[in-house]
Structure formats: C-alpha cells, structure tokens
C-alpha cells in the first residue's frame, strides 16, 4: 500500500490542524493505520492508531484528549484531527499502515507540523 499526507503547516499554540493521508489499493479496511511523529533531534514516536473498521482507537499520552484519530474506509482515508497544539507537537508527522508501538508494515512520506509559542 502507497500512503499520501497531507494537512500540516504551521499554527499558533492553541490552535488546531487535521491531517489527512490517502491510501492505494482496494483493500483499505484490512489496514490498521496510524500516525508517528518524529521531532528534531528524538527518535519517532507513536501517536496514534485505528483498527481497519474503526472500532478500536490508541492514543499515545502526550496527545490523548488532543487528538483524534478516524478513518473513512470509502475515499481510503485516515485523518488526524489535533487540537490544542502545544510547540511540543511540533514534528514530522507520517501515516502508517499496520503499525505497532515501535513501528510500521508501510510509511508515507511526512508532513510538517510546527507549532509557534
């Protein structure tokens, strides 16, 4: 599977963004997905995953109540909604597709999120 993100920029602290990645591939669903990030000068980090339905959601502490993590299995999509951003959230952002808590089966190409105080 080939996985597109897209949705970061820069924001002020307080504010929100959504990220948004599109998947190839006619079997979408079957995909648990997720998101990382990765901070200059730290190793990338799990934020986020969703089952291939949607039912089952994981949020690393740092963003829970922050950020939401959905899916719509139709346009092959995962998104990340995040909220209150704090410049500690400042980082690439990837998508994962099969992910666990130390890594990937796939990998998209990043997006930057930067977060101003």
């Known amino acids: 599977v080939q996985l597109q993100a897209s949705g970061g920029g820069l924001v002020q602290a307080g504010g929100s963004l959504r990220l948004s990645c599109a998947a190839s591939g006619r079997t979408f669903s079957r995909y648990n997905m997720g998101w990382f990030r990765q901070a200059p000068g730290k190793e990338r980090e799990f934020v986020s995953s969703i089952s291939g339905i949607g039912g089952v959601r994981y949020y690393a502490d740092s963003v829970k109540g922050r950020f939401t993590i959905s899916r719509d299995n139709a346009e092959n999509t995962v998104f990340l909604e995040m909220g209150s951003l704090k410049p500690e959230d400042t980082a690439v952002y990837y998508c994962?597709?099969?992910?666990?808590?130390?890594?990937?089966?796939?990998w998209g190409q990043g997006t930057q999120v930067t977060v101003s105080s």
């Open positions: 994962a597709a099969n992910p666990t808590r130390a890594g990937a089966d796939y």
